[in-house]
């Protein structure tokens, strides 16, 4: 654009910048937050994309969450390098009231010291250190039920299904199936508890060595078979058009 001034008869012309010409640096800008964007919506499969959004399996960022659908920094061991997680599960919530109930009793278990003759008796330094003691049993044993419950996972990527059975700090089992080796899918759910909560169990035949994988007690049963059924298409698609990794 050009800005023209008349000066004693003289014409003169002056560059004046054009306003809707927009900077490099805003475009660069945009262009990075579209490719962000893309990256935190939904895996590369397009038609499980669309599958995911029909039935609701929004992306989650919470790590303690029971269903972490698509689920942020999170990977495992044998984890290949295109292969994508596509859901992370573990028990309900719910599942983890009974222990939660029995440590709130423990605490408040050494009110009740003084109707116990034999520990009424003991002098007061061992009475401290017998309560003691007792706290650091059950932060031991809270400890210990949230890891069992916090490891104890479920994964579904778009290769394969693993089940990991977390026994200790230094023992734990993991049983896996490819996505094409599954043969049949079935659900449990019954119960009133089950029903409010919308949990149960998953049975998955396969036809490798593991021919059995049960995930247990998990959150939105009904969407974990969906989404499996519609991996083994997608399976079964990829094998037709030779596209099998």
């Known amino acids: 654009m050009r800005f023209v ?7 003169k ?45 929004r992306p989650a960022s919470n790590p303690l969450a029971a269903f972490l659908a698509l ?7 044998t984890q290949e390098k295109k292969e994508e997680i596509i859901l992370l599960l573990r028990r309900h919530w719910v599942t983890n009231l009974a222990w939660i109930f029995l440590a709130l009793l423990m605490i408040f278990a050494p009110l009740s010291l003084k109707t116990l003759p034999l ?10 250190v ?13 400890f210990e039920k949230f890891l069992s419950w916090f490891f104890n996972v479920f994964i579904i990527t778009d290769e394969r299904i693993i089940d990991v059975d977390f026994y200790s700090l230094v023992y734990r089992e993991i049983c896996q199936a490819k996505i094409d080796k599954i043969q049949d899918i079935t659900y449990k759910s019954g119960g009133l508890l089950k029903a409010i909560f919308d949990y149960g169990d998953v049975y998955i035949q396969t036809a490798g060595e593991i021919q059995q994988l049960e995930f247990e007690s998990i959150p939105q049963p009904v969407k974990v078979v969906k989404i499996l059924n519609q991996l083994i298409m997608e399976e079964e698609q990829e094998k037709i058009n030779g596209r099998v990794r």
């Open 5 to 11: 001034t008349w000066d004693l008869g003289k014409i």
């Open 13 to 57: 012309i002056f560059p004046m910048p054009d306003i809707y010409i927009s900077h490099p640096d805003e475009e660069e800008k945009k262009t990075e937050e579209k490719e962000e964007k893309e990256k935190t919506s939904f895996p590369q499969s397009k038609p499980l994309a669309r599958f995911l959004a029909r039935i609701g399996a």
């Open 71 to 77: 689920p942020e920094k999170v990977k495992f061991e």
């Open 119 to 128: 520990l009424e008796s003991l002098p007061p330094r061992f009475r401290l």
């Open 130 to 142: 017998a309560v003691v003691m007792w706290y650091l049993f059950i932060l031991g044993f809270v």
